[in-house]
Antibody
Framework: QVQLVESGGGVVQPGRSLKLSCAAS????????MHWVRQAPGKGLEWVAV????????YYEDSVTGRFTISRDNSKNTLYLQMNSLRVEDTGIYYC???????????????WGQGTPVTVSS | EIVLTQSPATLSLSPGERATLSCRAS??????LAWYQHKPGQAPRLLIY???NRATGIPARFGGSGSGTDFTLTISSLEPEDFAIYYC?????????FGGGTKVEIK
């Protein structure tokens, strides 16, 4: 079955960096687009970024553009999120999610990980 | 950015009752709307996509309807495991956006 396991979260000071990973298994990783979605404490879900299955395209939510970079290594079945210049408002649980389309981007999320917590605080 | 507004914020119901959740978009999203169920500490789950199609393995008591700017998720008869937070999400435009959620709680 599809399994997505996030790691790399933690406590970091404002302005510092953190890199999240998402290990995928149970499906052909290289044929699915992948997303990061976050949830701030007490708030709803917020889409963060997407990367195409072949890395040909990437999109970001406006508030993270220029600070976060989504990437993937299809040989390692792993998705990444490099987060630079972190802000207090980036605090939350970060989920990786599989796009619902194979070899195309549907822009729905049909499988999710359990999330990794990120706290940005001085 | 398309803003999705969900109502009510909280729905207090008893098992066996019918739940009706609303999602309104700030501009038309066609039929490009999904619904997710999220329980604390768990991964969200896709319930409905393209407004009215049940995702794989989703029970028939979950139904979606609507198009354009107004959408509804209906749970015909609440089971104990259905008490959770529900989010709508549009895929019509970038950035992808979610509604603020409706919490379905036990009355």
């Amino acid at each position: 079955q599809v399994q997505l396991v996030e790691s790399g979260g933690g406590v970091v000071q404002p302005g510092r960096s953190l890199k999240l990973s998402c290990a995928a298994s149970g499906f052909t990783f290289s044929t699915y687009g992948m997303h990061w979605v976050r949830q701030a404490p007490g708030k709803g879900l917020e889409w963060v970024a997407v990367i195409w299955y072949d890395r040909s395209n990437k999109y970001y939510e406006d508030s993270v553009t220029g600070r976060f970079t989504i990437s993937r290594d299809n040989s390692k079945n792993t998705l990444y999120l490099q987060m630079n210049s972190l802000r207090v408002e980036d605090t939350g649980i970060y989920y990786c999610a599989r796009d619902a389309g194979s070899l195309r981007i549907i822009r729905y999320f049909d499988s999710w990980g359990q999330g990794t917590p990120v706290t940005v605080s001085s | 950015e398309i803003v999705l507004t969900q109502s009510p914020a909280t729905l207090s119901l008893s098992p066996g009752e019918r739940a009706t959740l609303s999602c309104r978009a700030s501009q038309s999203v066609g039929s490009y709307l999904a619904w997710y169920q999220h329980k604390p500490g768990q991964a969200p789950r896709l319930l409905i996509y393209d407004a009215s199609n049940r995702a794989t393995g989703i029970p028939a008591r979950f139904g979606g309807s609507g198009s354009g700017t107004d959408f509804t998720l209906t749970i015909s008869s609440l089971e104990p495991e259905d008490f959770a937070i529900y989010y709508c999400q549009q895929r019509n435009n970038w950035p992808l956006t979610f509604g603020g959620g409706t919490k379905v709680e036990i009355k």
